[in-house]
Each structure stands twice: as structure tokens, then as C-alpha cells.
T-cell receptor, first 113, second 114 residues
Framework: GAGVSQSPSNKVTEKGKDVELRCDPISGHTALYWYRQSLGQGLEFLIYFQGNSAPDKSGLPSDRFSAERTGGSVSTLTIQRTQQEDSAVYLC???????????FGDGTRLSIL | GDSVTQMEGPVTLSEEACLTINCTYTATGYPSLFWYVQYPGEGLQLLLKATKADDKGSNKGFEATYRKETTSFHLEKGSVQVSDSAVYFCALSDPGNTGNQFYFGTGTSLTVIP
């Protein structure tokens, strides 16, 4: 299909380990967003990429979180030294351009033991 | 700053009942407003949108009208079906004021029983 693809769909890891989450946006979409969805909470904005511009990192909760987008396409979200409070569903979305409706992937469910 | 407040759930309705999920927003600019739906086990999908005051978004029998005077964008459907069971998120985008961010509500879970 041509939708947003995220991998892995589920990740279980021990506290203190690093994890890397991947997002393949829809081809041609220049905008890419990462969100975190915790149980019973709304979507928490993490980071935004638009074309070749510097990313908007204002939503990253700590310096353990980082993200990159290579070649304006695939993005990886890295969480270092994971903590139990990092357990959540991490959602990626892409859009044709800023302010346009976003297309979401199915998310990665991250569980920190 | 910008924010979205939506009706807390969960909401349980019988099939063919009327649905209203309230959503109000705070924005200093001229936002676009959206409803997203998340069906069980799936990602979020855009349900409908409205980009300016008095616009009505509609899709799959759902409607929402952008009311600037009451800063609201309530989601309505006249007759719900079991297949409408999902979590519904209200969202806004206000690029003239807050740039790239979308603001989402906390979601309202709807269960429709036969």
C-alpha cells in the first residue's frame, strides 16, 4: 500500500536500553510528524520535519529523545536510556505540506519493562 | 496558547441513536479544524475538516460546523452504526500563530451496541 508505514509494530525492551523506531512516509509528502499517545491521553507532539528546513523539536520531552530524517524521506526516532514512563504508542504522520491533513501510520507500541 | 478541549468519554449509544461529541478550541489566529477517527487496532484517519468560519465538514454521515462565535467544532451524526465504534479526536492547526504544530484533544471513545 501507499500509506505511512511504521516499524516495528511492537517493541518490548528493558529499562535503560536504547530503541529506534522507523517511519516511512507517503511518497511525495514533505511534512513528517512524530507523536506520542499514552494510555488515556491525547496525542503529544514530539517533532516535525518539513522538507530541508531545520526540524521543530519543541515537543521532545528530554534530551534522551532525538529524531532524524534522511534524504527527506524515512525518519527514525531514537530514545536513549529508556525509562518506564516512555511506554506509549509512538505515531508517525506525513502530509503533502504543512497545515494539510495528516496521514497516520499504525504506530509502534513501546513497552519498557 | 492554542488548545483543544473535547468531551470526555466513554460514550455508549444504541444503534441508530444520535451522536454529538463536543469540541471547543482556543486559538489566537485563524485555525483549521479537523476530526480524526481511530478504529480499533488501526491508525488515525482524517474524518473531516473545515478551514474557515461557518464551513461545514462532512463525511460518512458525520458533520461538524466551524463556529467562530462559540469557538466550537462539535461532531454530529444522526444515526450511528456499530461500525462507528472508535475513538474520535478533535484537532486544530494554526500555522499563522503556532507554526507547524497540530493540537489534538484527548479523544472520545464511542461504543455503539446493536
Amino acid at each position: 500500500g501507499a500509506g505511512v508505514s511504521q516499524s516495528p509494530s511492537n517493541k518490548v525492551t528493558e529499562k535503560g536500553k536504547d530503541v529506534e523506531l522507523r517511519c516511512d512516509p507517503i511518497s511525495g509528502h514533505t511534512a513528517l510528524y512524530w507523536y506520542r499517545q499514552s494510555l488515556g491521553q491525547g496525542l503529544e507532539f514530539l517533532i516535525y520535519f518539513q522538507g530541508n528546513s531545520a526540524p521543530d523539536k519543541s515537543g521532545l520531552p528530554s534530551d534522551r529523545f532525538s529524531a532524524e530524517r534522511t534524504g527527506g524521506s524515512v525518519s527514525t526516532l531514537t530514545i536513549q536510556r529508556t525509562q518506564q514512563e516512555d511506554s506509549a504508542v509512538y505515531l508517525c504522520a506525513s502530509s503533502f505540506s504543512a497545515n494539510q491533513p495528516q496521514h497516520f501510520g499504525d504506530g509502534t507500541r513501546l513497552s519498557i519493562l | 496558547g492554542d488548545s483543544v478541549t473535547q468531551m470526555e468519554g466513554p460514550v455508549t449509544l444504541s444503534e441508530e441513536a444520535c451522536l454529538t461529541i463536543n469540541c471547543t478550541y482556543t486559538a489566537t489566529g485563524y485555525p483549521s479544524l479537523f476530526w480524526y477517527v481511530q478504529y480499533p487496532g488501526e491508525g488515525l484517519q482524517l474524518l473531516l475538516k473545515a478551514t474557515k468560519a461557518d464551513d461545514k465538514g462532512s463525511n460518512k454521515g458525520f458533520e461538524a460546523t466551524y463556529r467562530k462565535e462559540t469557538t466550537s467544532f462539535h461532531l454530529e451524526k444522526g444515526s450511528v452504526q456499530v461500525s462507528d465504534s472508535a475513538v474520535y479526536f478533535c484537532a486544530l492547526s494554526d500555522p499563522g500563530n503556532t507554526g507547524n504544530q497540530f493540537y489534538f484533544g484527548t479523544g472520545t471513545s464511542l461504543t455503539v451496541i446493536p
